[in-house]
């Protein structure tokens, strides 16, 4: 993820800002699921499993979206855990508040109706597995998941910020509150020792 993907994004955001729908729709095309997915697992939950938060999901990016103006963002990674985070705060305080009824307005898409960024193609950049394996990319999808929401939330939350959102591990640093990159890192490779671990017993890739 490097400078012209965000220009890419400040090119569609402007766009979208003037009025252009079809700029719009990119920008979702582009950053929901990735967003969807990376709510889910801070929630701890299984992305199936998010349809009851999905308008604000969706009402969080456009919330983004519109603001991006204001914002001094300097890199598509940092852009990206920043959507991600937001998302994730909306989410918690709309939980906090509502009540045990389940909401569905119909107004929004479904969580599989919007394409879908993968988590293979995230949590298996560098040199590590390749899912070439698998039969079915949803199979590797699946276990991807369910061994990330298997993680202490610390572990998880490690390789979110580093494999799904790219941060450096200085960005990391500054995240979790470490004084030294170094210590980023080796947390880092721990989490993701344990997360590989786990994913092997579950018949690796």
């Known amino acids: 993820m490097g400078g012209e993907d ?6 569609l955001v402007a766009s979208a800002q003037s009025g252009n729908g079809q700029a719009l729709n990119d920008l979702f095309e582009r950053y ?5 997915q ?8 299984r992305r199936d499993d998010c349809g009851d938060v999905e308008d604000i999901v969706q009402e969080s990016l456009l919330e983004a979206f519109q603001s991006i103006d204001r914002l001094e963002q300097r890199n598509e990674s940092s852009f990206r855990h920043w959507l991600g ?11 906090r508040r509502r009540s045990a009824q389940k909401r569905g307005s119909g107004r929004v898409k479904n969580l599989g109706d919007c394409g879908h960024t993968t988590l293979s193609e995230s949590v298996f950049a560098g040199p590590y597995h390749s899912p070439s394996k698998f039969a079915m990319k949803e199979e590797l999808e699946a276990r991807l998941e369910e061994v990330l929401l298997s993680l202490e939330e610390r572990d998880r939350e490690m390789i979110v ?7 450096s591990y200085k960005d990391i640093a500054t995240e979790m509150g470490f004084e030294k990159e170094a210590t980023a ?5 721990r989490a993701f020792e344990r997360f590989q671990e786990r994913f092997d017993q579950k018949g690796g890739v």
């Open 85 to 95: 985070r937001l998302a994730h705060n909306n989410v918690l305080d709309h939980l």
């Open 38 to 45: 990376i709510v889910a697992l801070r929630l701890g939950r």
């Open 161 to 167: 910020m580093r494999r799904l959102c790219g941060l």
């Open 185 to 189: 890192r080796s947390v880092f490779k």
């Open 6 to 11: 965000f220009e890419k994004t400040l090119h």
């Open 32 to 36: 929901l699921p990735w967003t969807r």
